[in-house]
């Protein structure tokens, strides 16, 4: 069973940056895309950026086009988030996300167990 930890969350100015990780242990995430998804206080679950197992294919919301960046690292199993101009409205638990193999999006088999990011105004 795959287990996915993520790291990077905290406290930043906006306009400012984070990198988030998510590193899946017990078993590699191998062809499955990854994804990270965003909750915010009093809202729904949200998706933010995804990736395809070969890297050749990424997906962002609208929100935050332009701003993020999603990568994976295969051999070191990390699927990274890289965030600038972070803004206010970004505040948010960030959740990472592991697709069943081969599958299409979304067949979420697998979450993490979220990392807060706050951005002060």
């Known amino acids: 069973q795959v287990q996915l930890v993520e790291s990077g969350g905290g406290l930043v100015q906006a306009g400012g940056s984070l990198r988030l990780s998510c590193t899946a242990s017990?078993?590699?995430?191998?062809?499955?895309?990854m994804g990270w998804f965003r909750q915010a206080p009093g809202k729904e679950r949200e998706f933010v950026a995804r990736i395809s197992w070969s890297n050749s294919i990424t997906y962002y919301a609208d929100s935050v086009k332009g701003r993020f960046t999603i990568s994976r690292d295969n051999a070191k199993n990390t699927v990274y988030l890289q965030m600038n101009s972070l803004k206010p409205e970004d505040t948010a638990v960030y959740y990472c996300?592991?697709?069943?193999?081969?599958?299409?999006?979304?067949?979420?088999?697998?979450w993490g167990q979220g990392t807060q990011v706050t951005v002060s105004s």
């Open positions: 017990g078993r590699t995430f191998g062809r499955a895309t």
């Open positions: 996300a592991a697709n069943k193999p081969l599958l299409a999006w979304p067949n979420i088999n697998v």
